[in-house]
């Protein structure tokens, strides 16, 4: 058997990545491109009082200057079924359809022009007068209201819980209660938000940065009221996203209305200020957290109320109360959510949306719980593990969590942690360690791929997703690899166009159990044809043999008894006179959705150097054991363990908008003043996967891993902060100004 | 005799070798000639102010960031870029190692961390994991590919010196 | 970006003829091309002064050190004579921005840097030092990164550069050409502004100046000295607070000299006279420095976001007394 899954393969597309091949979105070549720029609202709210494009128009270059005075009126046809990307009540943005600001940074115009810079000059030149109303720019808890009802219908509920968590918190012998709030987060991908668009005719071309190309085509054919055939979207690379490129934002209609308009290709690329607010970001949040436990710690109690921003146009809400709900054993519980409406930009998901919120003020509490125990922060959550989903009332499908925590703990050195805080140095710093446990529900959508088995022995996998950087193109090609029992080299695994067979949205880690499953259906499905091929014949080795009487093995047919030779696929091929041939197959939840839970498992160890002094904070450390099901490529998926570790390690330590209620918008809306982490924050990150193979979640034995990366890291980062310095730090991120 | 003044005109870049005579607008950056002027999309712009690094380049062998230098300033100067690196089918040790050590995800930053990683190694500036982490900090890796970005420089020099 | 003419200048008189037109420079241009972007300059026309022949490090005889205005960052950095005279300089050099800005940027842009106050930088908000009379916005609002000294009711904007900072603590002067030929020289400690009522004017230069360079007296070598720099993230961001100590002690152990200057925290690189005073005359150990840095947020006026900078402050000129000491 060539074991080709769980293999550490390189990336197949790295050789195009590091030779600058790799050919994102805004670097295709076309034939008289021109360029688009923005003009963006500097409101929160009101409206355009008039509009004077007459310098703009007259500066050199310049093809046209839309705006909502100009700018063709376009149907916005509902989609029946809301895509789960989309906010899931009120109604999105309608760009340059009326005179109304609805938040700052709304585009309210576009410029087009020959080159970029006559582009975004002539934008400049756009004289806009504005009437402005007052605007809702604070974010008030006391305005908190619970989800509306198409939220609700999709999973986003206002309460759940069991038991009687009032009555069993009074009664608990051992409280704790605090609140934790993190700010507005933004995504911040390196690569810029950007689409090419390209009429021919009535045929759109869109070259845009997405992670789910045919929502992208389903979405702009209902703006515009087009058949979804006269569209394609090309999204062969995605230069990081992490849930922004999710949804199709205003900015894509805009260049395909800019491009009808002038009747040639047009890219319009945000800038970074304008990726503050022509996308989404991670919601700010507070959240109040009350354990109950006995004294030998077990959780009698526990209430959490999580309290969101979010726009007022469009709602979009979290799964914030998922692994609240499920996480560990208890009795009584009771979850709240609330929304606090606000004149600004839609939210959107970014990395494990809502459950890292959940997670964080759950596993801080954890963490203040087993303070206030005297217990370890590692044996209390043991004693509270969760051996079922006590919310659904299922089994796991799996679940190694124990082995999660062991792993990590035994690697980190957990046993050396002295319990006190401030009782660890190392010369004038102070010296903490920290933990929290990660989680992440598992899901699987529909999906579907082709397998082309072709005349030189290889073999074609396509499928319409995306590859934002947990190495699709590769781990898809291995799947495939080992299926048809073919070298790697062989294969060649084709995404981001919706020429190609349906694929899910690429988020929410969902990519693997998803397609993972269809290409190994449609390999099966391609060997299936050739085999009965080779049974029809008239003549052969296979000839007239029952289906069972034959196996694929070795990169060809054979006879299941192992009698005779391997026919390798290109010889069966050239016996029946095809080129190729070709095959689909597709995977689905089934009825496992109703026997089990399904969820990725981490458990993170994270050391920090305090120096109390100059209230900085560093880490050293951070080892993280994880139980995502079966891995299919060791290296890569390492990859995004140690990449969500520097997510939770911005989250924790540096990542925080500065929003300015007065005018209802992000200050530090660049890369210099909203810091992410950089090479020297980072020291040793290591993360082990605990052995699992989920079957009962899918047939692969995957459950996901990006999302569950990013979890539990910020948690254990504050966690280590108190231990190092005595101080508990519940509001994010934690910077000189906050310790000192 | 200096030049006149002017909002446009012809320069000669001199990229991986080879001279490219184009028009551009005296706003032009060095970055946006290369992507949208020369078709060297390799190049890749992430923030167009100088903060991420994504746009790094070598000029006259040293490390910058491309959005930050008028295309007209480059006149004179020898740019290499991410695509003069490899020779032919053959991969720079930068690039081979990036590769082997899995030093990225999503790919965009790759071709800046690699120009300052080849520029750090010149200047003799990544003989430690310590050093390697300072010199590679103005290059934002958004997936946080760090360690790997600090173990294929490491395993570069080494290969290198 | 507005349309701009550009054309390179030969030398010091062509650049400062093009200027008295209303020509801006630009040289390494990483402050400047981030300016462009952002719609915050708006220059008629930009004058290359990169062919000036104002580049490289030289030692006078008397053992004094000159820096020419257009020597980059990281050629500074990497200069043995100055390191092993100054090192205070090179250790702020080492910590400004990234290698890639630092092969780009130069001695005399860096003391011209604009301020990172948000409001300046985003050309949609009120900024007196912007668009003079506009208003302050930092004032009541995110002034995290703001001002605690030197500010005024118009203006608490930050002057952002280490590189000042670092050459305060060592006596250095700025050598300035005007159009006319005459030259002079202004102390770097006065070569920049209090924003008062006029914040959009941020140093002594005039129309039709140009800086050819740096001098570091050879009066000043010799001092112990270090640099402290308090960020938010490991590398590759503005200081919160930064401190410049260059001390002379005698064989005794006193304190002969002091020189001390901070950045971060005040709109212009801030000396601090009085904290020098404290330690002159003294013997220096551990609590000495922390008593005189106690004075180094003297005259401090706080906003709600930046009053954290005042404790920050002193015990960043703490640390850097201590470790300038050898008192670690």
Redesign the interface.
Known sequence: MNAIIGQPV??V????????????A??F?LPGLVHAAMVVA?IPRGHIRSVDTAAAERA?GVLAILTHENAPRLPYHQIPQRPQVDAQSGEQLHVLQDAEVRF?GQPVAVAVAE????A??AA?LVRIDYARTPALTIFDPARGRPPSEGNVKAGRVPELGRGEAEAALAAAPVRVEARYTHPREH??????HVTIAHWEGEHLTLYDKTQWVDNDRKEIAHVFGIPEERIRVVSP??????GSALRTWPHVTLAAMAAQRVGRPVRL?L???QLYTSIGFRPHSEQHVALGATKDGRLSALKHEVIQQVGRYEEYAETVLSPTSHLYSCPNLLARYRLVEMDTNSPCPMRAPGVVTGVLGLEMAMDELAVELNIDPLELRLRNYAETDEQKGLPWSSKELRACYATAAERFGWSRRRPEPRSMREG?QLVGYGMATAIYHSDRSAATASVALTGNGGAVVRSASSD????TYTSMTQVAAETLGLPLEQVRFELGDTNLPYAPVHGGSVTMASLGNAIVAACGAAQKKLADLARAAQQGPFSGLPSEAVAFHGGGLARADGSGSVVPYAELLRQHNLGWLEAEGSAQPGEETKKYSSAAFGAVFVEVRVDE????V?VPRIIGAYDVGRVINP??A???C??????GLGMA??ERA???A??G?V???????Y????????G??EAIFVPNDDRNFNPLGVKGLAEVAICGVAPAIANAVWHATGRRIRQLPI???VL? | MPPEPAQSFAVTLRVNGQSFETEI?A??TLL?AL??RL???????????G??G?CTVLLDGKRVVSCLMLAAMAEGREVT???G??RGDE?HPV??A???H?A????????GQ?MSAVGAIREGRAGSDDE???Q???????????????AAVRDAATREA | ???FTYAPVADAAGAAARALQGASFIAGGTDMLQLL???VAQPAELADINRLPLQGITEDADGAIRIGALTRLQDAADDARLREAFPVVTEALDLTASPMVRHMATVGGNLLQRT?C??F??V??PCNKRLPGSGC?AL???N??NAILGGSEHCIAVQPSDLPVALISVDAEVQIQHADGAERWVPVEDFHRLPGDTPQIETVLRQGDVILGLRIPAHARGRRSHYVK?????????A?ASAAVALRLDEGGRVTEARIAVGGVATKPWRLPRVEQELLGVRLDRDRARLAAVWAAEGAVTRS??A??Q??LQ??V??AIIEAGEL?
């Open positions: 390189s990336r597309d790295g050789p195009a990545k590091v030779t600058g091949h790799a050919t994102y805004a670097e070549d500097p050199p700052n080159t970029l810079e006559q975004v000059h400049e995504h911040n991908a390196i690569e810029p690379f995605v230069g990081g996203a992490f690329e800038t970074r200020r004038d934002m950087g947990p190495g002094a100059l209230g900085t560093r290296k890569t390492r990859s995004q140690i990449g969500g570790m520097v997510g330590l540096e500065d929003w300015d007065r005018f918008r200050m530090n809306a660049n890369l210099a003043e810091l992410v982490p950089v090479n020297a924050d980072i040793v990150t910077t000189p100004d000192l | 607008d706003r032009t946006d992507r949208d078709h060297l999309t390799g190049t890749k712009k992430g923030c167009a102010l903060q991420c994504a870029t991410i695509e690196l490899a991969l690039q081979a990036f590769v082997e899995d990225f995800q999503c790919g965009y930053c790759t071709p690699i390697i982490r300072e590679l900090s103005g290059n934002l890796c958004r997936c946080g590919a760090y360690a790997n970005i600090v | 970006m507005q349309p972007q952002e719609g990172r948000l409001y930088r985003d949609s908000t916005s009541d609002g995110e995290r990164h308090v960020r938010d993230r490991a590398s590759f961001s503005w919160l976001g930046n954290f900078k404790p920050l015990r960043t703490e640390r670690a």
